[in-house]
């Protein structure tokens, strides 16, 4: 079981930028597939940036191509989001999710996950 403890997040004008952290708890190997998930009000679900740890590939939504960079600090076992170029329709809470994987051919946005954090609301105003 692995439990991800999220930190950052909060208000920015259109143009800022934001970072978000995650921590497992628990060990977390290299064939752990981590990324980031945002809903927004009355939307579904939608894969944002995921990473695959050994390997160290990414996959991002179209949607946030260019502006949010995914990456680890393996030392720390921590995993970050960096949002930069914000838009209004970046709003949502975003959580932190993780998954056992074989390989990184399922580690994309367009995939479930089994571990998720609780959670942090990100707010861009224009």
């Known amino acids: 079981q692995v439990e991800l403890v999220q930190s950052g997040g909060g208000s920015a004008q259109a143009g800022g930028s934001l970072r978000l952290s995650c921590e497992p708890s628990?060990?977390?190997?290299?064939?752990?597939?981590l990324g980031w998930f945002r809903q927004a009000p009355v939307k579904g679900r939608e894969g944002v940036a995921t990473?695959?740890?050994?390997?160290?590939?990414?996959a991002y939504a179209d949607s946030v191509k260019g502006r949010f960079t995914i990456s680890q600090d393996n030392g720390k076992n921590t995993l970050y989001l960096q949002m930069n170029n914000l838009k209004p329709e970046d709003t949502a809470m975003y959580y932190c999710a993780a998954k056992v994987g074989n390989d990184d051919f399922y580690c994309k946005p367009d995939y479930g996950m089994n571990y998720w954090g609780k959670g942090t609301l990100v707010t861009i105003s224009s």
């Open positions: 990473i695959y740890r050994s390997s160290g590939m990414t």
């Open positions: 628990g060990p977390v190997h290299d064939n752990y597939c």
